[in-house]
Every structure is written in structure tokens, then in C-alpha cells.
């Protein structure tokens, strides 16, 4: 069964620090793996997309990871800002069932 | 959420009563999927479609059906509402090829029923 993980469901930082969120996935034949991010009350935006060609995707403070050998995808924040607080959600797309599979995210809350 | 619409954004409606919830893009994006967000539960995939007339079922589809009789246009349908189908649901589509492949959602829809 497709399964997706993220660990742990909520974290709260200071302004400033670097932070890791975490995804794992038992898909052997992932397609492609995308990084979300949800607001309050409001749809999902995406924020990153790995192909499994791919090791690491950036975008301004963000850098998204995907080790395929391990079933893990990290992203990366750096210099973290209240403004990024969030929901983050990871989701995992079957090459075999062309599913696409979420994590139930990682709130984050960055303190000022 | 540019090219994609759900309707309707907001909806109230009694158990037992049929209710349809439509997701259009104007993006010609060939996968379209419907998912339901819950407290605890995260996102869950209710259905798929990867063409038109071309579905398949996701990890909670009891009590739901869909139909895509064109590219633009897929259909959530609730034949008998319950209580435990209230809830936000998105709707998001996908070009599955070399250069576009970003899942794009739509503002969600929310359903109670009472």
C-alpha cells in the first residue's frame, strides 16, 4: 500500500532558524514527489517538485531533498520567517497506479 | 488557483439528499483528482481521472461517484449525503509530461450535512 509520513506533526522555532521537515514514502516506484504548503482556511500551493531523476529541487529559502533508496524527502527552510508559518504537506505520485498519496503535513509555527 | 473552479465554494444540505460538486480547469491538464481534508486525516483521494470517461477509485471513494465526460469538467457526486461526508473538498489536475508535471488545486469546496 502507498503510504505517506511526516514526522513530526507540528513544530514551533524561532524566527531566524534553518529548519528540516521530514516525508517518508514506501512507494518503490515513485514518480514524482511535491512539497505543498496550506494556509489556514485556504487551498494547497505548491512549492516544489521532484522528478525521481532528481535529487533536490530550490526555490529562494527552500530546497527540497528526495533520497528514492530510503523513502525520504526532506525540505529545507532557511533563515525561517514568521510569514512561513504553515501547514506543509508532501505527497507522493505512483509511477504503477498514477495515484497521487499525502502526508498529513507538518504545521509549522515560526515565533517572532 | 488560476484555471481551475470549483462550485459550489460553499454548500449546506441535509442527510440523504444528492449532492454534486463540480471542479472545471481551463488548463487541458489529462489528470484530474477529487480529495476530501479532514482534521486527523489529512487529504485523501475520494477519485481519479487520468481521461476523459477514464476513472479510478482512491482510498475513500464508498458513497461517491464521478463521472469526466470532457476534458475540462469532473463531477463529484454524493448520492445520498451523510453526516460523515461533511467536509473540505479540493479538486486538483495535472499535465503528466516532461515540462509541466506540478499538481494545481482548486480554493475547495465546503460541504456540512446536517
Known amino acids: 500500500k502507498q503510504e505517506v509520513t511526516q514526522i513530526p506533526a507540528a513544530l514551533s522555532v524561532p524566527e531566524g532558524e534553518n529548519l528540516v521537515l521530514n516525508c517518508s514514502f514506501t512507494d518503490s516506484a515513485i514518480y514524482n514527489l511535491q512539497w505543498f504548503r496550506q494556509d489556514p482556511g485556504k487551498g494547497l500551493t505548491s512549492l516544489l517538485l521532484?522528478?525521481?531523476?532528481?535529487r533536490e529541487q530550490t526555490s529562494g529559502r527552500l530546497n527540497a531533498s528526495l533520497d528514492k533508496s530510503s523513502g525520504r524527502s526532506t525540505l529545507y527552510i532557511a533563515a525561517s520567517q514568521p510569514g512561513d508559518s504553515a501547514t506543509y504537506l508532501c505527497?507522493?505520485?505512483?509511477?504503477?497506479?498514477?495515484?497521487?498519496?499525502f502526508g498529513q503535513g507538518t504545521t509549522l509555527q515560526v515565533k517572532p | 488557483d488560476a484555471g481551475i473552479t470549483q462550485s459550489p465554494r460553499h454548500k449546506v444540505t441535509e442527510t440523504g439528499t444528492p449532492v454534486t460538486l463540480r471542479c472545471h480547469q481551463t488548463e487541458n491538464h489529462r489528470y484530474m483528482y477529487w480529495y476530501r481534508q479532514d482534521p486527523g486525516h489529512g487529504l485523501r483521494l475520494i477519485h481519479y481521472?487520468?481521461?476523459?470517461?477514464?476513472?479510478d477509485k482512491g482510498e475513500v471513494s464508498d458513497g461517491y461517484s464521478v463521472s469526466r465526460s470532457k476534458t475540462e469538467d469532473f463531477l463529484l457526486t454524493l448520492e445520498s449525503a451523510t453526516s460523515s461526508q461533511t467536509s473540505v473538498y479540493f479538486c486538483a489536475t495535472q499535465q503528466i509530461n516532461s515540462g509541466a508535471n506540478v499538481l494545481t488545486f482548486g480554493a475547495g469546496s465546503r460541504l456540512t450535512v446536517l
Open positions: 521532484i522528478q525521481s531523476s532528481q
Open positions: 505527497a507522493d505520485r505512483s509511477s504503477n497506479t498514477g495515484k497521487l498519496i
Open positions: 481521472s487520468y481521461g476523459v470517461k477514464d476513472t
